[in-house]
């Protein structure tokens, strides 16, 4: 998928199923010849309802260089990249972090596109990753083996989880942006 240039784009995803367990708010905006990602999430894991926001900056290459998450309840995250895999949490370096350039974030699909853009498989080309996954509402970090596989370049990939076996297909808009998360998430016109 060739790297178009964006604009200030607003996207709202709510849970696939149409009820109050979730809804999801983006901005995204380009800045310091990257990208500025904000996302406010309202979402029920289980019995845990929790509302959150995150905060990422990006470089023109898609590479992940910050990361902020707070929770309402007042739990936060902070995380700092060189974009080449090294990585600080609240400012003291994470070595178990080693080698992840992506960041998924377990309450949103805004996260998806990260990887889907900076890799920019061909049709039938997949590619394993390793990433920060960040689990919530709890905001604890460790890395993630997963696949991403372009089943029809710039429009459909496949994302597997290495280590659970779970697997989805998303589709994405004409900018990469998952457009729903089939089970999970639903994109709001």
């Not at 240039?5 to 010849?33: K, N, Q, Y």
């Not at 700092?80 to 070595?95: A, I, P, T």
């Not at 994302?159 to 779970?166: K, P, Q, V, Y």
């Amino acid at each position: 998928m060739s790297i178009p240039t964006l604009i200030f784009r607003t996207i709202r995803w709510s849970a696939w199923d149409g009820c109050a367990t979730g809804m999801e708010h983006v901005d995204v905006r380009p800045a310091d010849g990257g990208l500025h990602i904000s996302g406010v999430v309202i979402a029920q894991e289980g019995e845990n309802k929790f509302g959150l926001t995150y905060r990422l900056k990006l470089d023109a290459l898609w590479h992940t260089k910050e990361v902020h998450v707070r929770t309402t309840s007042g739990q936060a995250l902070h995380l700092e990249s060189d974009g080449r895999g090294h990585w600080q949490e609240n400012g003291k370096d994470r070595s178990d972090l080693q080698g992840c350039i992506d960041v998924d974030i377990q309450a949103t699909p805004l996260t998806n596109t990260l990887p889907i853009r900076r890799l920019d498989l061909e049709t039938g080309e997949s590619m394993d990753i390793r990433l920060c996954y960040i689990d919530v509402p709890g905001l604890t970090v460790a890395p993630s083996d997963q696949r991403y596989t372009a089943l029809e370049t710039g429009s459909l990939y496949r994302f597997d989880s290495l280590e659970s076996g779970f697997t989805a297909d998303l589709p994405v808009d004409g900018d990469g942006f998952v457009l729903d998360y089939p089970g999970l998430f639903k994109r709001l016109a």
